[in-house]
Every structure is written in C-alpha cells, then in structure tokens.
C-alpha cells in the first residue's frame, strides 16, 4: 500500500491562499487513477474537497468549494497540489490525501473508494 504525504499546512489568516502538496513516500509513483484531497473539520466528517485523474488530469471539486480551490498534477515531481483561496475560519481542519491505486466503481468523492491515505496535515484559519 502506498504511503502518502501532505505538506503545506499551517496557521494561516482569513482571506489568506495556503498551497498543500501531497507525494508518495519512498518514489513510488501515482497510478492511472484518481488522487483525492478530503477534510475533516473539528466535530465534522470527513469531506471531499476534490480529486485529480493521475492520467488525463480531470479535475473535479466540491460544489462548495468550486471557485476558492484548484487542484493540480505535477508529472515530473510526482506530486500533487492543492491551492485554496480566500480562506475562511470554516476551513480549518486536517486535509488528508488520498489516492485509489486500482479500479473500482464507487464515485471519486467517495472517501471509501480510495485505499491509501496520508496522515493528514493540519490548516488553522484564524480571524
């Protein structure tokens, strides 16, 4: 199983951008399928946020968040990207990544369909 790791997190103010990075450990590299960035904040469930196709570089996002997010591939670096934009208190919470390394046929913003995730990195927005 994959091991990923997030970066990027921190206390940031509102109205503030924050860009989260997420790599495989030890250079195993992406597959084919999808890699996802989901939230929990505190006293909440864990929530999709959005999800990148590793091949074709689909992206798909929160309805909620459309418009304040873009996620991204980098193909050389192995990495994927997060940016959220005009941060509001409400988004503070553990961003976690994850990634589906196999076929099945559960929806992308479902977080049972991905099988490896990160620890997860903490973003405080404060007032």
């Known amino acids: 199983q994959v091991q990923l790791q997030e970066s990027g997190g921190g206390l940031v103010q509102a109205g503030d951008s924050v860009r989260l990075g997420c790599t495989p450990s030890?250079?195993?590299?992406?597959?084919?399928?999808?890699v996802g960035w989901f939230r929990q904040g505190p006293g909440n469930m864990r929530e999709f946020v959005a999800a990148?196709?590793?091949?074709?570089?689909?992206?798909y996002y929160s309805d909620s968040l459309k418009g304040r997010i873009s996620i991204s591939r980098d193909r050389a670096k192995n990495a994927v990207y997060l940016v959220m934009n005009e941060l509001k208190p409400e988004d503070t919470g553990v961003y976690y990544c994850?990634?589906?390394?196999?076929?099945?046929?559960?929806?992308?913003?479902?977080?049972?369909?991905?099988?490896?995730w990160g620890q997860g990195t903490q973003v405080t927005v404060s007032t």
């Open positions: 994850a990634h589906r390394t196999s076929y099945n046929s559960m929806y992308y913003f479902t977080a049972a369909s991905y099988d490896s």
């Open positions: 990148i196709s590793w091949s074709g570089g689909d992206t």
């Open positions: 030890g250079r195993v590299p992406f597959t084919q399928w999808f």
